[in-house]
């Protein structure tokens, strides 16, 4: 017979409360992410922001700086971010459809959003959580361009003409030019992807014709 586990109810109930307790002491977002405008250091981890970003983080705001102040916490608000606007000609945008804010917040400036994301144009089927919400770059997207920006409709990609070689036969390509040649080759090599000549016998004749011409015939 198979011996039956014995249920340790207070070993569980520990490792329930150890849990909690785990739960309960770890930092709320407001004040992992906390700043001293001054120093421009974080308090709890005592890191200093990098230089480059101190320039934002006294012009700029957060995503959850613009939600607290408006109706519905911007559920159906268009978000986009600086760095989106100044990297990308096709717009590049969050549609708010869910907020949690965290009350504990002194001016519920913080907590977690959920969105569906358009970038470059391209508009993803499934909501997912916004991140990097506590960077100082986003901006609010008016009213009054909210109709142009969701309609627009992006280029097609042109199709692709050309691959990489291989990574055997790219070193190959490149010997032999810097045997031929003398010297390095100025551009990256490509595969082409569609055939411009016709391998037929006559394509495979001229080939070997030019070999012998060039190289001369085998002793």
Known sequence: MVK???????????RKIR??????????ESQKYALDYETM?????????????????????????LLAGMRLFGVGRLFTRKSWLEDHTEPSYWQITKVKVDYT???MDHGRAWGILT??????????????VMYHDWRLIPKHMEHQIKDFKPLPEPPVRYV???????AMLLAQYKKTVGS??????????????????DYFRKQEQETRRTEGTAV
């Open 184 to 201: 390095v080759i100025a551009e990256e090599p490509a595969l082409p992807l569609k055939r411009d000549v016709l391998l037929n016998k």
């Open 41 to 65: 250091k974080r308090p709890h981890t005592g890191k200093m922001l990098p230089v480059l970003a101190w320039q934002d983080v006294r012009r700029e705001s957060r995503l959850f700086s």
């Open 4 to 14: 039956k586990k014995r249920l340790r109810l207070i070993a569980e109930m520990a």
């Open 119 to 132: 970038h470059k144009g391209k508009q993803e089927s499934e909501v997912k959580e916004v991140d990097k």
């Open 19 to 28: 849990a909690y307790r785990e739960l309960k002491s770890r930092p709320r």
């Open 105 to 107: 917040a002194e001016n």
């Open 164 to 170: 990489p070689y291989p990574p055997l036969l790219r």
